[in-house]
């Protein structure tokens, strides 16, 4: 007679138990992977239909109107809710528009979680809940330009993602502009690639979009990395080589120095990212060359956009390509 042999019931249990233990700790980390990777293309999708509108624009300032009282409290502002209707909409294929106090209503979460969740904040309403530096100090109004306090306006595009609005109607064209980053801001987007369905947090489905210059813009999304790089010198004469290039290399070879413009974004929307109040972070935008040349770095304190010797050491917040 021949003998037939197979697993016991005991057996394939235990070893359907061992192959879903072996599952619910490698599916969560695929699923992440995965999620990242559709959100990186997704924002990369979304900053080139973003910088394609903007730039078929004449001016980004000027839209809208913004009056306050003799305590210099608001008592008219359209200024952000007239930038979507009026000029984005002409250029860009939007779904819904919602003014100010109505943000929730294109998908806009009440609360995001900051660069590596660090902390939870209340999604930012206005210009000075956005980053209240953009509104003190030598920066302020003048004939040059400067920042208002405007309040936030949001729309809905048509491939489902919720955008903010921060608009900046003052606005300068100017590449000087006294140096300071937000006399050059004219629109800020923070935007959530899938609604209030999470995780609502920052490098994952929030990120932001700035708008620099009034004419000619310069569109960027910097994408930041959790944490400084070690402190290096913009340029390195000796044969190791270690620069600011170089502290971002070795952190990863996905990432590199932002330049003078992603750097400037990411001033506007430090409280997102947890940058600190920092002195200075230097940008790959160069100057003049070689160890006795000037780079550009960017001030965190109070925004302005320096130009330094790059034997100088300084800060260093990468970017992902």
């Known amino acids: 007679m021949k003998k037939f042999r197979g697993f016991t019931l005991a057996e394939v249990l235990i070893t359907l138990a ?10 969560p980390s695929l699923l992440v992977n995965v999620n990242e990777k559709a959100w990186e293309a997704q924002r990369k999708a979304l900053h080139a ?32 809710e007239s930038f979507i209707l009026d000029a984005l909409s002409k250029v860009y294929k939007i779904n ?21 969740a660090k902390s939870e904040i209340n999604f930012p309403t206005k210009m000075s809940e956005l980053n209240e530096k ?41 590449t000087s502009v006294n140096y300071y980053a937000q006399n050059k801001m004219c629109v800020n987007f923070i935007y959530d690639l899938n609604g209030e369905e999470g995780p609502n947090e920052v490098g994952k489905d929030v990120g932001f979009i700035t708008a620099f210059y009034n004419k000619n813009p310069v569109v960027v999304a910097p994408v930041p990395y959790k944490t400084n790089a070690n402190m290096a010198p ?10 600011a290039a170089y502290a971002c290399k070795v952190q990863s070879e996905d990432l590199r120095l932002p330049n003078i413009d992603e750097l400037a974004s990411l001033f506007v ?12 972070f230097w940008s790959s935008s160069i100057i003049t060359q070689g160890k006795d040349g000037l780079a550009w770095g ?24």
């Open 49 to 80: 239909r973003m910088a394609q509108a903007i730039g078929q624009m004449n001016t980004l300032g000027g839209y809208g109107q913004f009056e306050t009282d003799d305590d210099g409290v608001a008592t008219v502002d359209t200024a952000a």
């Open 96 to 116: 819904n528009v919602c003014g100010a106090g109505k943000l929730s209503a294109c998908g806009v979460p009440s609360k995001i979680a900051t660069l590596g």
């Open 298 to 321: 960017q001030d965190f304190t109070m925004g302005m956009s320096n130009r330094h010797p790059r034997a100088n050491t300084s800060y260093i917040r990468c970017i992902y390509k």
């Open 234 to 243: 913009s340029y390195s004469a000796d044969a190791a080589g270690v620069d």
């Open 18 to 27: 061992i192959i879903g233990i072996v599952a619910a700790i490698t599916l």
């Open 134 to 174: 953009l509104l003190n100090g030598a920066h302020e109004v003048n004939e040059e330009g400067g920042v208002v306090d405007t309040k936030a306006a949001a729309f809905e595009t048509v491939n489902g993602e919720s955008v903010a609005v921060f608009y900046n109607p003052l606005c300068s064209s100017s």
């Open 269 to 280: 929307n430090s409280p997102l990212t947890d940058m600190g109040d920092y002195v200075g």
